[in-house]
Each structure stands twice: as C-alpha cells, then as structure tokens.
C-alpha cells in the first residue's frame, strides 16, 4: 500500500513553514466552486465487509450487480446478489498457492486487475501482485502481471491449470509498487510502475533521499521501466508486443514500453470513460501528494518530475531543479498536515444515480481522519477546480483502522470506495437526494424517516409492496389480501441508507421501482 501506520504518520510537524505551505495549497488547489454546482456531501452504502480490498471493477459484458473485489491479501472475490460468493474466484494468497508477497510490508500484495477487452470469449484476465510465478518461482519481492483464464465449466471460478508470466519487473526494494493496469480507449494496455521503493530520511524540504536509486533516480531514468506508465499490447498466454507509436520508439537510450515518466508511487489512476483524459494519483515522499493529468489527445513522453520535483517543490536538487521547464506539473497537491498522509487516485463519476456528481473526479487520501477525507475536482474546459467533499456511511469510518485503500466502478459508472474493512457504494446526494423522474406511483416523504406513504395517483389497485436494502436483502414484505389504493407503511425499524420499493398492482401482472432513502436522525 502507498503508506505505512497511520499514526505515525499523523504526527506531523507543525510551525510557521507549515501554516505558510497551507495558504500556498488554497492559492493552487481549493479554488472555490459554486455551491449547487457540487455536491458537499454523498452518502455511501456498505455493500459488504472483506479484507484490504483494492480495486472494484466490472467483467466485460456482465450486469453491473455482479462485480469483482480485487484484495491486497491476493483474493479476488465476487459480489453478486447482495453478497460474497462462499469461495475466492482466485486466491494467490496464504489460503490459496501461497505465492503474493504479503504481510510483510504493507505496500506489498496483490494490486490490481484487468480483464481481456474478448473475456467473455477467450476468459483472459490479467493481474498484478509482488511474488513468485504461480509455480513459485521468481523473487518474492518482484512486481509481475500473470495472465489467467477462468475456468471452462464454471465461471464464478479462475483455473490455476493454464497461466502466463507477461511482465517481470525486478525491483530493488519493497514498496513504491504503482501496480494498477487498465485497457485505454485507444485499445492499448496502461500500466503504472512505482520508482523501486527506497524511502529517504524522512526530513521535510526536499533532499531526504527518496528514490536513491542511480544518479538521478528510477524515475527519470528511461533505462528502467521502474517509476513509469507503460503501453503495451497484451495477448493473453503470448508475450506482450508495443504499440508501433510509443513516444520512445526508436530512441536507443529509452525503453519502447515507457509513455510517460517521473512517478514516484501511482498506486491509483483511472480514465475518465467519458473523455479518455488520465487522472493519475501519485504518492508523495514527505512535504506533498498530488494528483496528475494527463489529456486524451496526449502524445505521451510526458515528464510527471519526480525525483527533481515533488509536486511543485524542488525535491532533488533542492534548487533549479527543472530549469529547461521539462516537467508536467501536478494539477491538484496537498501536503500531509490535518491527518493527511497518502493521495489514493480515484474515479470519474458517469453513472445515473448520482446526477449532481456527473463528470467530477472523486478522490481521497489514505489516512485523512480529520477535517478533509475526499475532493471532488472538476475539470471542464481544461480548467481545474478541486474542493473537499464528504462521503457520509452508516456508523460512520472506524477511525484508524478503516483507512481508504482505492476506488472503483462497475459497467454502468457507479463508484465505489474501498477501505481496509469493506466496499462502499455511492448511493446520494444528501442534499438533492431524488432526482426528478417520470413515475407511476407517488412515494413521500423520501428520504423518509418512520413513516412512508405510497399511492397510486391514478386509479389502480396496489396488491404488494417489497423493499430491497442495497445488499439486495428484502426487508419488507407487505402483501394485500385485496388491492389498495394508498398505503402507509411503518419504516422505523429500517437503517439509514438506500433502498428500492417494489409494487406490484394490476392482480399482480405489473411491477414498479423507485429509489428511496432512508435518513435517520444522527
């Protein structure tokens, strides 16, 4: 993971320097943004609970109530009506071949997956973890993708029988891994590397020795593939081959696999499925965090300037480290006061049941217990606007032991959280909860707290009403010996969150669905 304890962490320094790197942060990251143009607050729904899960992602081609859970313990799990499947779909880790690097330090572990753009077909998937091959070889330490295919005759499992080695990366250290691969619009595979880990000494200000790695450090070195973001073309049990326009083609002092350069640990990036624009959350070494961007029509060749820089500030030299202007400045930094410690890049919300976050960047920081936990930028017309946001859940966060770990989404663009304890699902806009809609039965008050009334507004007789919770549990179950017109239904017993109401009318011939939610007093 792109941390290590939160309490130490937390125990950041304080002084005039600190106030004064504070104000420099409001002067280039929070710039205001119009109340009702973004969400203050969206309230989440605990889906379920699993063990330091990393990523959420749908398959090609399934419904979007069917995802899968990538776990940093070498897990991956599906979560399909409302629950966990009895048994791992994989399992790379102590229960399973025992092959991840896990357990010994936190940054090590399964980190990502990836399916074939033809899964459906050919049942390819692709992931990335530090550890052996899966027939134990290799170094434990190393950072490798290996291609498997789910299993023939059932598919809620992956085959242990058939699988390929398609990238070593030998790494000199634990940590600093990146390790999140994506398939692009442009049908290329994006892979983000981590410079090879060696943290420095701690000291603020730049010079503390981070990626001491060569004279000028894995990441801007082009003879490495460590500190990147590769392109590459993968084919399932065959070698990878790279994209013939790679900005480094053809260049004897640079590696053809390398797009862009000068990360120090992308652990979380995404693509915005709407644009193609890349939102790139690299993790900072001591004084900053920040967030990267990179547009669609991109070239690539991109230098992001870690080691010369972190985030704004000279890093290694100290001073006129970029006199040429070579590097590509982050868009969004912070530094690690009020409990901050580690930037985990996000998603890009285009799902539906969130109307007022269309098109915003949702993003966190690992530790972020205080004040600040989630932003919310926006990005339209190429000018960037980044203010905090709250993501509110039922009993709230445990403190310290439910740092944020990654986000994801599913086929229809809903976003998820995931935290060391469980997935979280974007539900509402606290404040516009209910977004205007054309419906055939009226249901009020919503958010409703004890008491729901449910009429048919013109004629008709109702002759059930169900509700479902987000797990997909039914809740309530009110059927009626003869139909009715309205009907007021106790809710008090139910939990705050998000709920679908059923109704059956007509003799039971047609059904109907609304969203509602449920808000408690706090």
Known sequence: MPWQSAKDICNCWEGKERIMRWIFLIYIGLIAVSAAAQ???????????????????????????????????????????GALHASPFLDLGPDGIDVVDYGIMSEQGLNGIAFDPDYQTN???????????????????????????????????????????????????????????????????????????????????????????????????????????????????EPYTIP????????????????????????????????????????????????????????????????????????????????????????????????????????????????????????????????????????????FTTAPITITVDGGFVPWDEGRFAFGEDNDGEIYVCTRLAIYKLAYDVDNPIAPTEVDFLLGPNPAKNVLNIQLPQGGEMNGIVIIDALGREVMNEPFETGVESKQLDVSQLASGTYVVKVWFNDLSTTLTQKLIIQKDE
């Open 123 to 237: 049942g390819y998937f692709y992931v990335v973890y530090n550890g052996y091959t899966p027939d134990g070889e290799g170094n434990l330490i190393d950072e490798r993708i290996v291609c498997f295919e789910r299993d023939n005759d059932n598919p809620d499992q992956a085959s242990l029988a058939t699988w390929y080695n398609v990238l070593t990366l030998e790494e000199p250290d634990r940590g600093h891994n990146g390790g999140q691969l994506h398939l692009g619009p442009d049908g290329h595979f994006y892979f983000s590397t981590g410079d090879g880990g060696s943290t420095g000494t701690g000291v603020p200000g730049g010079g503390s020795g981070g990626d001491d790695h060569g004279p000028i450090g894995n990441a801007q070195s082009l003879a490495t593939l460590l500190g990147k973001m590769l392109r590459i073309d993968l084919h399932g049990m």
């Open 244 to 383: 013939e326009d790679n900005p480094f083609v053809g260049d004897p002092d640079a590696l053809d696999e390398i797009w862009a350069y000068g990360f120090r640990n992308p652990w979380r990036w995404s693509f915005d499925r709407a644009t193609g624009n890349k939102f790139i959350g690299d993790v900072g070494e001591v004084d900053w965090e920040e967030i990267s961007f990179e547009a669609a029509d991109s070239e690539g060749g991109l230098n992001f300037g870690w080691r010369l820089k972190e985030a704004f500030m000279c890093y290694e030299p100290t001073e006129d480290c970029d006199p040429e202007n070579i590097t590509t400045e982050p868009v969004f930094a912070y530094p690690h006061s009020n409990g901050l410690c580690s930037v985990i890049g996000g998603v890009t919300y285009r799902g539906e049941q969130i109307p007022t976050l269309q098109g915003y960047f949702i993003f966190g920081d690992a530790c972020g217990f205080e004040d600040i936990q989630f932003w919310a930028m926006s990005a339209d017309d190429g000018n």
């Open 39 to 81: 969400p203050t607050e969206v309230f989440a729904d605990r889906l379920t609970y699993v063990n330091e899960p990393i990523q959420v992602l749908s398959a090609p081609g399934d419904p979007s109530d069917r995802i899968f859970i990538a776990c940093h313990d070498g897990k991956i799990w599906i979560f399909e009506n």
